[in-house]
């Protein structure tokens, strides 16, 4: 990886407040989720359909992702990422499509924040969820070749093998899920 700085100077955006998303099981001083004690009053959804997930659900997965150039700051507070830059297919409730926004128009770290927002959700979702990964329209100049790239099965699974991108793309996700850097 070069050390080539493709945006010095980013502009930093403050986060949003996180959405509670805390498992309704959670008890306040309990290691487990479930720690199998249960109340009279808890109701349990026995059907056999497959929970849904929302927009706010994907974007907390993937909020606090560190940037792989600058990476004391989130994809966040970079307004790389953003809820309303996460869809769904109508027809098909499985399929997700995310947006990110560069923040320069030659960003070399655009395959990175791809594929580690591609990794987050693999290792975060059931395997029924389809994700596309997208660079927003007209925020790249390599566009349509970064699409391509992100969405090709085989491209990410030898990315993924290269364990100098492996490590890179580690670090940032070992802030995926934490709290947002707040200032």
């Known amino acids: 990886m070069s050390s080539e700085m493709f945006n ?15 498992n309704v099981y959670a008890k306040p001083h309990s290691l487990w989720l479930d720690d199998g004690e249960r109340t009279e009053d808890e109701d349990f959804d026995q059907s056999d359909e497959p929970e849904g997930i929302d927009q706010d659900e994907i974007f907390e997965l993937i909020r606090s992702i560190s940037d792989p150039e600058h990476r004391s700051m989130t994809l966040e507070q970079l307004a790389v990422v953003s809820a309303p830059q996460i869809t769904f297919n109508s027809k098909y409730p499985d399929r997700i499509t995310v947006e990110f926004t560069p923040t320069v ?8 924040i791809g594929l580690s927002i591609r990794v987050r959700l693999l290792r975060s979702l059931p395997q ?14 390599s566009e349509h070749a970064l699409n391509k790239q992100l969405n090709d099965k085989e491209r990410v699974a030898a990315a993924l093998e290269n364990p100098a991108l492996l490590e ?5 996700l070992s802030t995926a899920g934490h709290a947002s850097h707040e200032h």
Do not use: W, Y
Request: aromatic letters at 8%; a positive charge.
């Open 128 to 141: 029924r969820f389809k994700v596309d990964i997208r660079v927003k329209p007209g925020s790249h100049q």
């Open 168 to 172: 890179v793309l580690e670090q940032c």
């Open 105 to 112: 128009p030659h960003c070399g770290m655009s395959t990175f």
């Open 8 to 22: 010095p100077n980013p502009t930093i955006f403050a986060p949003t407040k996180a959405k509670k998303t805390a």
